[in-house]
Every structure is written in C-alpha cells, then in structure tokens.
C-alpha cells in the first residue's frame, strides 16, 4: 500500500513569487496535515484539512494557504515567497477521528 | 497548551550500547504520545505511539518506550543499537479529541552510533 506521497521533491523559487506543494494521502485517510521544518526552527504545525475543510491553523500568516480535493488530496500554496520559506515541508495523514499521522518525504522548498 | 521537552539535543554512543532519549512533555488535557524518527533528507517515519493501556510500548527496530504519567515523561530506549540508528529522533505529543489534532514535537535528538 503506498504511504503518503508528496511533489515535487524539490522546487526552487525566487522571492516573490508563489509555491504550490502537493500531497496525497495513504488510501482510505481523510485528515491530511502540513508542516514546516525549518533550520534551527524545528517542526512547526501549518494546517490540518479533514473532510476538505480547514479546521485548525497554526501560527503562520495569511499568505500560507492551502485547500483539500473530493478525493482527500490537498495542496499548499504559500504566495509573496520570503528568504525565510525556504524550508522542508511535509505533509501528513490520517484515519477520521484517530489522530495518529503519517508523513511523507517532504518537498523541500528553496526561496533564492 | 501543550509542549514537549528533549532534554538532550544530541547523544553520541557506541555500537551495540544501550542508549535512551529522554522526552518531557505538558499538556492540560488527554493526550496521545509518539516518537518518530528522521533519517538524512528524509521525512518521518512513526516508530512507536502511546494511545493508552500498557504504559511500555513497542515499536519498530527494536525501539521501546515507557510511560510515565506522574513524571510527564515518554522516553525512547533500545538495549543495542546499531550504526544504522542514526538519525534524529523526534517526540511528539497530539490531541486525542476534538479540534486538537495537530503535533506538537520536541527540537528533536541528534542519536550518533560509532563503531
């Protein structure tokens, strides 16, 4: 069975301009959360969407969003790219109503 | 609120010694328990979760953990590790209801095995 699956691996932007990352989930999970891991920040909590909708949202600004598909698939777009994006974002999954999460690999996202 | 405590940010230790990584966390309301780990450019793997029951509980790779309600602590152990354990360790706490299902991790724990 795949586990959760994220692209691109890797995606090189220029400040300014906006990131899109993808995620999908293990089959049969409708929760799909979304992390930063930032260098000397550690691993901070951005978004959980669960039934395609937003229900909690960690401290990070307007200009990270993201949305969740029918299928429970989600994306992440962070716009108006900062120095400071630059970072490992990851993307988890898991059961309704069991909040044990599964990650993927990360899209490591470079902000030049 | 919660948060999580890794007391140690990086433990060297040779291979086939026994080694712990010592993990504190608070929290005002029920929570579930997990260490996950990372290897280099890598995302994270779980290797154990505290639900509840059993307060010891065993995970992947010959890893354990312990429970310990009154000491908020849930530390990782393995009798002998090998070169291939190293990577960094992360301890995390997440609700276990409601609208608390995001995960709160630890700075994490650099684990280097030596030869």
């Known amino acids: 069975e795949a586990g959760v699956t994220q692209s691109p691996t890797h995606l090189i932007k220029t400040r300014g301009q906006q990131a899109t990352l993808r995620c999908s989930p293990i089959?049969?999970?409708?929760?799909v959360y979304w992390y930063q891991q930032a260098l000397g920040l550690g691993l901070q909590f951005l978004l959980w969407?669960?039934?395609?909708?937003?229900?909690n949202r960690g401290n990070f600004p307007p200009r990270f969003s993201g949305r969740q598909f029918p299928n429970y698939s989600s994306e992440l777009n962070v716009n108006a790219l900062e120095l400071e994006d630059s970072a490992l974002y990851l993307c988890?999954?898991?059961?309704?109503?069991?909040?044990?999460?599964?990650f993927g690999a990360g899209t490591r996202l470079s902000v030049l | 609120a919660q948060s999580v405590t890794q007391l140690d940010s990086q433990v060297p230790v040779f291979e086939e010694a026994p080694v712990e990584l010592r993990c504190n966390y608070s929290?005002?309301?029920?929570?579930?328990l997990f260490w996950y780990v990372q290897y280099p450019n890598q995302g994270l793997q779980l290797l154990l979760k505290?639900?509840?029951?059993?307060?010891l509980v065993k995970g992947i790779n010959g890893f354990e953990a312990e429970f310990n309600k009154s000491q908020t602590s849930f530390h990782l152990r393995k009798p002998s590790v090998h070169i291939s354990d190293t990577a960094e360790y992360f301890c995390?706490?997440?609700?276990?209801?409601?609208?608390?299902?995001?995960?709160?991790f630890g700075k994490g724990t650099l684990l280097t095995v030596n030869p």
């Open positions: 988890a999954s898991s059961l309704a109503g069991l909040n044990i999460q599964y």
């Open positions: 089959s049969g999970h409708t929760s």
């Open positions: 969407y669960d039934e395609g909708e937003e229900r």
């Open positions: 929290s005002s309301v029920s929570v579930y």
């Open positions: 505290y639900l509840s029951g059993s307060t």
């Open positions: 995390a706490v997440g609700g276990s209801g409601g609208s608390n299902y995001k995960l709160t």
